[in-house]
């Protein structure tokens, strides 16, 4: 079983909502700025929200700044965005494979850890 066999995205938004969003490391800032075309002050000022050396997102109306019916700076989103919702924790830690997979419609329906291990190359 492969990654697109269990999971295909339903573009809900789900994970693009919340008060927080994931942090964003110095590669993150950089393709951003790069991504929008401008200088790294002017990306703070106006999206980024600093609280002491985490760096997040801001958020607006309960959703992340960028999300618009879906992500309006795909190429320029943070690593764990693109990650999301594959996350290499749910490997080893079935709980957390549990509440990961209940937070996302966009896996298969009663997909095991079992499944998601093998389509993952790790059964
Ligand atoms: S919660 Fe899952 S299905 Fe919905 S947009 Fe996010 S990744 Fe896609
Ligand atoms: S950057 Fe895009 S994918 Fe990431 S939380 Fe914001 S809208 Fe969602």
Redesign the pocket.
């Known amino acids: 079983m492969s990654e697109s066999k269990i999971f295909d ?8 909502q919340g008060e927080t969003t994931v942090s964003l490391d110095q590669a993150d800032r950089e393709r951003l700025s790069a991504h929008l075309g401008l200088p790294f002050a002017e990306v703070k000022e106006r999206y980024l929200r600093v609280t002491g050396k985490t760096v997040q997102m801001k958020t607006v109306d309960g959703h992340c700044i960028f999300y618009e019916n879906g992500c309006t700076i795909h190429e320029g989103k943070p690593w764990r965005c693109r990650q ?2 594959l996350h290499p924790s749910m490997l080893a830690d079935s709980s957390n494979f549990e509440v990961i997979r209940d ?4 896996f298969k329906a009663d997909l095991t850890h079992e499944e998601f291990r093998l389509a993952m190359g790790k059964g």
Not at 9 to 16: N, P, S
């Open positions: 995205c339903r573009r809900c938004g789900y994970c693009c999301w919702p937070s996302c419609p966009g």
